[in-house]
């Protein structure tokens, strides 16, 4: 079991940074491939970046590649997510999710969920 807690959202004008946290307690961090997910209102959860369990392999969905980084410290049971040039799009509820062994692009391969950090982004 793995239990995931979200920090570091607020708000951010347009081209800034932000960087989220996802802390996970227990003493397996580092069998599971995590990701993020964000919500805006009104739409669906979707998918923004993963990361497998060694941090060697890492997908980002086309809306955010280029922009946003995931990377991981095994060490530390934490998993971030550099956001630069932030657009207003952006804005959304982001969700840290925990995936047993694998890397993962859909919302059911994860096993584990945060409950989410609020990003804003104003034009």
């Known amino acids: 079991q793995v239990q995931l807690v979200e920090s570091g959202g607020g708000l951010a004008q347009a081209g800034g940074s932000l960087r989220l946290s996802c802390a996970a307690s227990?003493?397996?961090?580092?069998?599971?491939?995590m990701g993020w997910f964000r919500q805006a209102p009104g739409k669906e959860r979707e998918f923004v970046a993963t990361?497998?369990?060694?941090?060697?392999?890492?997908y980002y969905a086309d809306s955010v590649k280029g922009r946003f980084t995931i990377s991981r410290d095994n060490a530390k049971n934490t998993v971030y997510l550099q956001m630069n040039s932030l657009k207003p799009e952006d804005t959304a509820v982001y969700y840290c999710?925990?995936?047993?062994?694998?890397?993962?692009?859909?919302?059911?391969?994860?096993?584990?969920w945060g409950q989410g950090t609020q990003v804003s982004v104003s034009s």
């Open positions: 990361i497998s369990v060694s941090g060697g392999t890492t």
């Open positions: 999710a925990a995936n047993y062994g694998s890397t993962g692009r859909r919302e059911s391969e994860y096993d584990a």
């Open positions: 227990g003493r397996t961090f580092s069998s599971y491939g």
